[in-house]
C-alpha cells in the first residue's frame, strides 16, 4: 500500500478471547514496516523498491488491551 506523507491510515485489530491476567501481556504489541519511495516516485507499486538495500523503517506499538 502507498500513501503519501503525513497521509493517516486507519487500522483495525482484533483477536480471539483469552483469559486476560492469566497471560503474560507485558510484551504484546504490533510492529509496523515500511520502506520510503525514492524521491520523485509516482504513486505506483515498483517491487524493485523492496529488492535493493534500502533501508527499512520499524514502528512498535504497544497493545493496550480492554478487558
Known amino acids: 500500500m502507498l500513501r503519501y506523507p503525513k497521509e493517516a491510515v486507519l487500522l483495525a485489530v482484533s483477536c480471539d478471547a483469552f483469559a486476560y491476567g492469566q497471560e503474560d501481556t507485558n ?9 520510503n519511495t525514492p524521491d520523485g516516485a509516482a504513486k505506483q507499486f515498483r517491487r524493485e523498491w523492496f529488492q535493493g538495500d534500502g ?4 514502528k512498535n506499538l504497544p497493545i493496550e488491551y480492554n478487558p
Open 27 to 35: 510484551n504484546d504489541r504490533i510492529t509496523i514496516e515500511w520502506t
Open 55 to 58: 533501508m527499512v523503517r520499524r
